[in-house]
């Protein structure tokens, strides 16, 4: 059914006043958010409220399965590094990790904690911490065998590792 053209400006106009409050969401917060807009009347259909939001609401939900990258991995174990090793962090991601970490937040490895911060599950830690365990040991063995290819930074990423590996171990 195609829309008058006054209320398709009425939308808008709706729609305008809306303030944008993007961040990671679950499908389920973003339908919980759309509905209480709807219910308050507006005539618009879920695709314009989500963008109105400043998300691109799917003409379909994703599928159940999901299936984590080695990319995502490494994007959530850097994640952790900065924060110290520390199992909930700021929600503040650079863009290119931003994709990965939707990714894994969408499979169950991290959780919206609050609405500036990520905490990782049960299965998040476990999947970190073989990361960063095989990650870890892979260059000391390579830092035994030839100390001379490591810089500066290589080693301070090192220590980053262990003392994460430590925390996530500690259960900090």
Do not use: C, W
């Not at 709706?14 to 209480?36: C, H, N, V, Y």
């Not at 959530?76 to 520390?86: A, C, F, T, Y």
């Not at 939707?102 to 169950?108: D, E, F, M």
């Amino acid at each position: 059914m195609k829309r008058s053209a006054e209320l398709d400006r009425e939308i808008r106009e709706s729609l305008a006043r809306i303030p944008k409050k993007p961040g990671l969401k679950t499908r389920e917060q973003l339908d919980a958010e759309i509905d209480a807009i709807l219910g308050t009347g507006s005539r618009a259909e879920r695709h314009e409220v989500a963008r109105a939001l400043g998300y691109a609401y799917p003409k379909r939900p994703p599928p159940k399965t999901m299936t984590i990258t080695g990319t995502n991995l490494f994007a959530l174990s850097d994640l952790v590094l900065r924060s110290g090793g520390r199992s909930t962090f700021s929600n503040r991601l650079e863009r290119v990790d931003y994709p990965h970490i939707k990714r894994t937040l969408a499979a169950g490895l991290v959780e919206v904690s609050s609405p500036t911060t990520l905490t990782l599950t049960s299965a998040g830690r476990d999947a970190v911490l073989r990361h960063l365990r095989r990650d870890y040991a892979s260059k000391r063995e390579a830092f035994a065998r030839d100390p001379s290819r490591f810089a500066a930074r290589d080693l301070e990423r090192l220590e980053q590792q262990r003392v994460a590996i430590e925390n996530l171990e500690s259960g900090a």
